[in-house]
């Protein structure tokens, strides 16, 4: 079944919403294939949807608001992998380069209309042994939780910025020129100087972060280390 996928997700229903459009109809746009579907891929995935205008707010306490940000409303996903994740939708962070169009990007579009302090996220990810079995990560809109942030040795830690490098595509591209693997990181009896590298050379190899991939790729002696190192399979 094609929407096997899509059936075992909340569906959003735009006409319950106040606020919802279709994109075409708020962009102007008068053309007869206008509301055709849409096709994205991720990664190898193709999917398959309408474009709808809402207003989406992020957070509960203090919600930033965009008011009116462009999505696509999934009528085709593939069983792989979307059958298999828990979440109902996906949220691009992405840079507005990468988007269909800025409309899409609803970072962009809270920067743009003023809403956020500043146009940053962070990304948490806890640690069982130092937050506990019942912790969970945590995306930080326009700033970021400065007590989460550990260093090398366990202790306080501070952020070093990386410029992007190459912006016009869309990704969080950037030029590294090694990458250290601690086993343990909360082991303070561990110097510093048993970190492996897991490469060292004197070009910058390009690097690019993604949360949402669902492959490692890179080159094979870098990749085949980093398997080893992490004791994957």
């Known amino acids: 079944n094609q929407k096997v996928a899509c059936n075992m997700h909340h569906k ?31 990664n190898t995935a193709q999917v398959t949807g309408q474009s709808w205008t809402d207003r989406v707010c992020i957070g509960k306490t203090l919600a930033y608001c965009s008011n009116s940000s462009t999505m696509i409303l999934a009528s085709y996903m593939p069983p792989i992998p979307f059958a298999h994740l828990p979440a109902d939708g996906v949220f691009g962070l992405a840079l507005p380069q990468a ?12 920067k743009q209309n003023g809403v956020i302090p500043a146009a940053s996220f962070a990304i ?11 912790a969970h990560g945590e995306l930080s809109i326009g700033d970021y939780d400065r007590s989460k942030i550990v260093g090398l040795n366990g202790g306080e830690g501070e952020l070093n910025y990386i410029p992007v490098s190459h912006s016009e595509s869309g990704r969080w591209e950037v030029q590294l020129k090694n990458i250290r693997i601690k086993t343990d990181l909360y082991n303070k009896s561990v110097n510093m100087r048993e970190h492996i590298a897991l490469f060292s050379q004197k070009d910058h190899v390009k690097t690019v972060f993604d949360t949402g991939t669902t492959v490692i790729a890179g080159s094979h002696d870098i990749i085949q280390d980093l398997l080893q190192l992490l004791n994957l399979n």
């Open 124 to 134: 948490w990810f806890p640690d069982k042994k130092r937050d506990g079995g019942n």
């Open 12 to 42: 959003f229903h735009p006409e319950a919403s106040v606020t919802s459009n279709q994109a075409e109809q708020i962009l102007g746009v008068i053309d007869e294939n206008s509301h055709k579907p849409i096709q994205l891929s991720f």
């Open 99 to 110: 988007s269909v169009s800025p409309s899409f990007n609803v970072l962009y579009e809270l």
